[in-house]
Every structure is written in structure tokens, then in C-alpha cells.
């Protein structure tokens, strides 16, 4: 081959030679943590929920070493709690305590943690399951970190979670006592008593209880819840009802 024509045959070569590499995919740059956090925080702002948890999982991932690694995790696991997938939330909360317990925002963790289950409570009428896992997340925020800003809310959340359980061994024991079974009854009703002495069913455990030993025959163990629901609550429908029937037994 002349010289002429091998120049020619080793441009072009070299021509394809770059050209397969202009056609190959150029490879994602892999963003600073710091960026990806930004991006993160300002898809969650935009309610973006799915394009933030795919920044943070790469903080996660890519930079686990990172300053924004454990604000990422959290803020993975809020993403999921805004877009109401508490199950995720939940396991991502989780995660975040187990790895970094000391946290400065350990405190706001294990709050949503309570308010993922919290959120979830179902009515009276079903499980209440939810309301126990709520009750004892809040009770370790107030104990785990007393000083947190979400401590007294968390206090309130208790008292209201307290407030559905009792609610709930009440609405049971009616339920048996309107079946014909007021025995059955018995053993919710003095729990009532026992652990939720502050709540607002607490009168109404009283009279229902009154009335399961009036039906077992025990009249002295009535009058007596009835003297001291009339005396502790007289401001209640049931004060009042237990006041008009201890008149009438006079």
C-alpha cells in the first residue's frame, strides 16, 4: 500500500477510534455530600417526596463517613413519614437510633418515631396495638430526654394515648355487660382503675363496675364505687346518676 494511502487509513482509524468513544455514556458525577443534601431538603419542600429520598439514599450510600450522613437518614425516614408511608418512616427512625443514639437531634428522631405510630391509631372500635407502641415512644422521649423542646408535647401525646386505651377496655366491658356477661367485664374495669386513674373515662369504669356487682350480687361492693364516684365526681353524668341512686336506695 502507498505510503500516501496508509496516512489516510491511520487518520481514519484514529477518527473511529475517538468516535466510539464519543458515543459511549458519559459517567454520573458523583455529587458532594453538601449538595445532595441541598437538593434533598428542597425536593422535600416541594413535597417531592420519592426525588428527596433518592438524594438522601445517596448520602447515605455514597457518603456514609460524611457530616450529613445522619441528618440524610433522618430526613429519608421524614420523607416517608410526610408521604404518609409510616411503615418505612418507622424502620428509617429506627435505624437512625440504633446508629447514632447520642445524636443532637436524637431527641426530634425518636419524637417522629412516636408521631409515625401515633398518626396511625385506629378507632376505638379496632386494635389499639398502635396506641401502645405510640404511648411507649413518647414515654422515652420524656425520659430519654427530658430537656427536649419535644418533651412536653410528648406529655400531652401520652396522656391522650392513656386516654384511647382506657377508652378502649371500657368500650369492651360495656360491650360484655350489654351482652348479658357483666363477669367478662370485671377484670377490664378494675384494670381501668388500677392504671388510668386520670383519664376521662374513669368515672363511667366506676359505674360500670357498680353495676357488674349489683348483677353478681355484691350490693355492698356497689353502694361503695357508688359513694365514691358521687363524692370524687359529682360534676359527671355519672356522679350525678350514682348520687340520684344512692337517694333512692335510702
Known amino acids: 500500500m502507498p505510503a500516501a494511502l496508509r496516512r489516510i487509513a491511520l487518520v481514519l482509524a484514529l477518527v473511529a477510534a475517538a468516535g466510539c468513544g ?24 416541594e413535597k417531592r417526596y420519592e426525588d428527596a429520598r433518592k438524594s438522601f439514599t445517596k448520602i447515605v450510600e455514597r457518603h456514609p463517613n460524611s457530616s450529613y450522613a445522619p441528618r440524610a437518614r433522618f ?12 411503615d418505612k418512616a418507622i424502620k428509617e427512625f ?8 447520642r445524636h443532637q437531634i436524637a431527641d426530634l428522631v425518636q419524637y417522629r418515631l ?26 422515652t422521649v420524656v425520659k430519654q430526654y427530658p430537656e427536649s423542646r419535644y418533651a412536653t408535647d410528648s406529655l400531652a401525646k401520652i396522656d391522650i394515648c392513656r386516654g384511647r386505651l382506657a377508652q378502649k377496655e371500657v368500650w369492651v366491658a360495656a360491650y360484655y355487660i350489654n351482652q348479658g356477661n357483666p363477669s367478662a367485664a370485671r377484670q377490664r374495669l378494675e ?24 348483677a353478681e350480687g355484691k350490693p355492698d361492693a356497689a353502694k361503695e ?17 350514682a348520687a340520684q341512686r344512692l337517694s333512692a336506695q335510702r
Open 225 to 241: 364505687l357508688l359513694n365514691r364516684l358521687a363524692a370524687e365526681f359529682p360534676y359527671t353524668d355519672f356522679g350525678r346518676r
Open 191 to 214: 384494670l381501668v382503675l388500677k392504671d388510668y386513674v386520670r383519664t376521662l373515662v374513669y368515672p363511667e369504669a366506676l359505674w360500670l363496675l357498680a353495676e357488674v356487682n349489683n
Open 94 to 101: 429506627e435505624t437512625f437510633l440504633s446508629f447514632y443514639p
Open 114 to 139: 412516636a408521631m409515625a405510630y401515633y398518626d396511625q391509631v385506629k378507632p376505638i372500635e379496632q386494635d389499639q396495638t398502635l396506641a401502645k407502641k405510640a404511648l411507649e415512644a413518647f414515654k
Open 22 to 45: 464519543w458515543l459511549k455514556p458519559q459517567a454520573t458525577p458523583i455529587l458532594p455530600a453538601e449538595e445532595l443534601y441541598q437538593l434533598g431538603e428542597n425536593q422535600l419542600n
Open 75 to 86: 430526613l429519608l425516614g421524614e420523607a416517608f413519614y410526610r408521604d404518609a408511608e409510616f
